[in-house]
């Protein structure tokens, strides 16, 4: 899916979901936690709100030179909101890309129009603890395809190379999904996920049968989250995947670290990604605030099933991005990274691209 209050930055809409975020226990997908909040510092009982819908979109326009070879990645990712009541909550969210690449002995890019439903759900906010899903949803295992995944919220525009492992053909499951978090001691929050999948083999809604939990346990003082996920394929060999994640915001620095391993039949990996914003730098500080360095480096290894998503070979990856942000929401972003493969496979990587997102609230809400 924010960089990470409880639940790091999933698909954080935050200006725009204010009317939300008062609501009593509203923990949806779309939300997250304040890091800085006290806890009971709010009389639940004694708010009232009226929300409204929100609709949002990211846009991107990125440059990928693999090996030498330019691709031209335009994308554009609708988001919507719809509240019904106190207690129900319709969202979604779309994407439209076209990957566009030259053709050999031929002029100009060709490309076509990639449509996905990345998800579709409905959400009751059962109480402060609860959050109670049906429809498709994004498979929650590890946290970077819910919290991370869209392109205006990652630092680097490239995809991890564990990503598909236990997410699916598409990132998402079609079924019913808990989720929730409560205080477990004084600073100890325990964030959890758990859900079942069916199989669907329609485009753009297909997904996998399948089984699965995630936990977290997020330390409020230091700001620091870790956890792990299992998850159990219901078709085909019935095998199991698990992982582990990380994730730590210093209260003294602007930085994220970031950190994630996965195992399962089709192969196993990790990433580790730190980003730090040159906010605290002591000279030009008007200019340098505006810029973040971010470093990832991670690898694969083939497992003993093969997946037309996950690379052919044994591969590490080390990358380094330099984005600039005119503001939270318009940023140029860019990044250079080097690709070992000893089977075949070594290349540099290169990008350079723009992302921008929009948040419309649709009428006015009221908080009482």
Known sequence: MSSNSSLRRFLPISAALLLFAAAPGIRAQSTEPD???TPDSTDNDSVTVTPVPVFSAGVAYNSFFDGGVD????LISPVSLIPFGQNWLLESRETFEINLAPEPGMQGYKGALQKEVDYLQLDYIANPYLTVTVGRFLTPFGVYNERLYPVWIRDLQTD???????????GAGTGAMLRGGFDVASG???NYATYFSTLSTYSPLDSERAAGLRAGIFLTGPRLEFGGSFQHLLQGDRSNAFGFHAAWQPRALPLDLRAEYARADTGSGYWVESAYKLSQVPI??????HFQVVGRMQQYLTGVVPDDDL????TRLFEFGLNYYFNADFRLVSSYGRQFAPEGGNMNIWNVGITYRFVLPVGHGDIR
Do not use: K
């Open 160 to 170: 991890p190379l564990i990503l598909p492992i236990a997410t699916g053909p598409s």
């Open 35 to 37: 890091a800085n909040a």
């Open 311 to 314: 690379p052919t070979v044994n």
């Open 71 to 74: 691709n031209v990645h335009p």
């Open 284 to 289: 030009w500080q008007n200019e340098m605030r």
């Open 188 to 190: 100890v929050e325990l």
